[in-house]
């Protein structure tokens, strides 16, 4: 599967930002999505993921719950990521990601990565 993320950009803290990751093939909906974000410096971090099926698993950082939902859709091949509440702090790349296993934080168990998406939250 390929994947295009999209929807970053420069925000003031408090302010949000929606990302999409849109995904080629048929079989999207076989996959586990994940969002992941790399500040500079700093070794690429687990954001956000959401599993397959009707009762989809979802799973956050710590350092987002609250502020960020992961979603998708199917039908639409396409993953979300509706990030709210923003901080200086969030200031990184972000990355979509799929994997034909279970929901991990692992970046190294992804076999799929976008190119990424800047996202600048400015104090």
């Known amino acids: 599967v390929q994947l295009q993320a999209s929807g970053g950009g420069l925000v003031q803290a408090g302010g949000s930002l929606r990302l999409s990751c849109a995904a080629s093939?048929?079989?999207?909906?076989?996959?586990?999505m994940g969002w992941f974000r790399q500040a500079p410096g700093k070794e690429r971090a687990f954001v956000a993921g959401?599993?397959?099926?009707?009762?989809?698993?979802?799973r956050y950082a710590e350092s987002v719950k609250g502020r960020f939902t992961i979603s998708r859709d199917n039908a639409k091949n396409t993953v979300y990521l509706q990030m709210n509440s923003l901080k200086p702090e969030d200031t990184a790349v972000y990355y979509c990601?799929?994997?034909?296993?279970?929901?991990?934080?692992?970046?190294?168990?992804?076999?799929?990565w976008g190119q990424g998406t800047l996202v600048t939250v400015s104090s």
């Open positions: 990601a799929a994997t034909s296993g279970i929901l991990t934080m692992s970046p190294d168990l992804y076999e799929n």
């Open positions: 093939g048929r079989t999207f909906s076989s996959y586990t």
């Open positions: 959401i599993g397959v099926g009707v009762w989809s698993i979802i």
